[in-house]
Structures are given as structure tokens and as C-alpha cells.
């Protein structure tokens, strides 16, 4: 097991590239934000690689870890350890581009939230501040770990619940809500 976090202190960086996507720097955010809160601790995003790291997305770390996102399904993710580090990945599309099927994938942003509700124990109940279910720990340890994750849905959405908002848009994100697979109606 790694232990992450101890008595509030931690050695761990978050370690990102310059050029990943928005879902995956967003996902960083989130990330170092949930773990500061619950632990006390607040792990620096860098863009380099550490020995100690929660190595987010498809970078030449993960790669040189002999993984991989190519044979992944949309959306997915996948959570190991290996060797000291945390390696959470999916396929995740750039911005302003999208997947054969019209939609977008966000697979390490979707690991990063599965990732929270596991090992941290936090809870995203209703969109805003007060929605949140945080646990205050002590110390965080992550057991050796080989986890992957895919949406049985390629279009998970929930309709008429005030989108547009950016609060509810980032609630949605956190329920993992997405769409690979661009479905588009009207009455």
C-alpha cells in the first residue's frame, strides 16, 4: 500500500503535462482541491515527473510504466500502482475535438472522481458547495491497486436539470455524466 497522506503532511505531487486536455488539468484541480480538504494536505500540480506522483492522463510516465490508453474503451479509466506511483488514465478527447461519435471522452477526469469516492470517501449529493460530503482524515493510504472502470452507456445525460449552470455542469461531471456517443433530439 502507498501511504499518500500522513498526519496531514504529504511528499506526493500531482503531476499533469503542460498540454494535456481541460478535462484532464481540471481533473488536477479537482484533485489536489478534494485531497487538501480531506487530509489537510495540498499536493502542488507539477508538470514534470516525481518519484512520488499521482500521475494523471496519458503521458510519457505512464508509457515508460509500460501503460497504456490505446486499447481503452471511450470514457474509461484505469487506477494502478505501481513502483511508488498512482497512475489514474483514460482516453480523454482535446478541446475542440471529438470522438468518432460526435461526443467527448473523459476518461482520466472520470477516474480522478472514482478515484475520490474510493479511496477518500467523498460524496457529490447535490450540485454546489453544500452538496459535497467530505471526510476529514488523517492519514490517506491507497492499497495496491489495478482498477478499470467503463460506462455501459456511451450517452449518459440527464435532461432539464438547469445544465447551463456551471455548478450543475460540474455536478454532472462529477457523476461521471458524459457522452461519446453524440445523441441529439427534440420534440
Known amino acids: 500500500p502507498l501511504t499518500l497522506v500522513r498526519e496531514g503532511r504529504s511528499d506526493y505531487v500531482i503531476y499533469v503535462e503542460a498540454g494535456a486536455p481541460g478535462s484532464v488539468k481540471q481533473a488536477a484541480t479537482e484533485l489536489q482541491d478534494y485531497l487538501a480538504q480531506a487530509t489537510g494536505a495540498k499536493l502542488p500540480v507539477v508538470n514534470t515527473p516525481q518519484a512520488a506522483m499521482l500521475a494523471l492522463g496519458d503521458t510519457p510516465a505512464l508509457q515508460a510504466a509500460g501503460l497504456s490508453t490505446k486499447a481503452m474503451a471511450l470514457e474509461s479509466f484505469r487506477v494502478v500502482t505501481r513502483d511508488g506511483v498512482v497512475y489514474i488514465f483514460g482516453p480523454d478527447t ?59 452507456f456511451l450517452n449518459r445525460r440527464l435532461p432539464y436539470i438547469q445544465e447551463k449552470r456551471a455548478d450543475v455542469r460540474l455536478w454532472a461531471a462529477r457523476q461521471k455524466l458524459g457522452l461519446s456517443l453524440g445523441l441529439y433530439h427534440s420534440h
Open 94 to 152: 482535446a478541446e475542440g475535438q471529438s470522438t468518432p461519435g460526435g461526443g467527448t471522452s473523459a476518461g482520466t477526469r472520470n477516474g480522478v472522481y472514482s478515484f475520490l469516492e474510493r479511496f477518500v470517501g467523498v460524496r457529490w449529493l447535490m450540485p454546489g458547495p453544500h452538496g459535497d460530503y467530505v471526510p476529514r482524515l488523517t492519514s490517506l493510504t491507497v492499497p495496491d491497486t489495478d482498477w478499470q472502470e467503463a460506462p455501459a
